[in-house]
């Protein structure tokens, strides 16, 4: 039975300069496996810091009522230690979705397992969209 939830694949890597190059989807020679990876399940890196600052900017710019995570997400990139964090820290995007069936995210992170054992990147993660696994946005006033 297939899974009625959907999936995102997120991995880490130790270094500013790696981010950068895979930010930047510079293909050193280092990084060459990992792009070969991505390629082969036509994924895209996304740096959790950039999509954190791109729904601030777009909760300041259409209301920040309709975001139920403003206050969270811009305290996380305004602090100095979460933002080195999340600079090295890059979600992916299958076939330009941020979300997709769990089939894909299985066969993404099992690919990639390896190279956390190399040392490319220091850990891989898959997340899914059930609530009951993701904390949800306060509803309500706060006391």
């Known amino acids: 039975m297939a899974s009625h939830w ?22 050193v020679p280092a990084l060459a496996p990992l792009f070969d990876i991505l390629a082969k399940h036509r994924a895209a890196p996304k740096c959790q810091f950039d999509a954190f600052a791109e729904y601030v900017a777009a909760a300041e710019e259409h209301g920040v009522e309709n975001y139920p995570l403003y206050q969270w997400t811009k305290a996380t990139i305004e602090n100095a230690a979460k933002k080195e964090k999340y600079l090295k820290s890059f979600a992916l995007y299958v076939d330009e979705r941020e979300i997709y069936a769990k089939e894909i995210a299985d066969a993404l992170e099992a690919d990639l397992q390896p190279l956390t054992t190399s040392g490319l990147i220091t850990r891989v993660s898959k997340y ?7 904390p949800q946005p306060r509803q309500g006033p706060r006391d």
């Open 6 to 27: 959907q999936y995102q694949v997120r991995f880490d890597v130790k270094d500013a300069a790696t981010a950068e190059s895979v930010g930047r989807k510079l293909r």
């Open 128 to 134: 899914d969209t059930n609530p009951a696994n993701n």
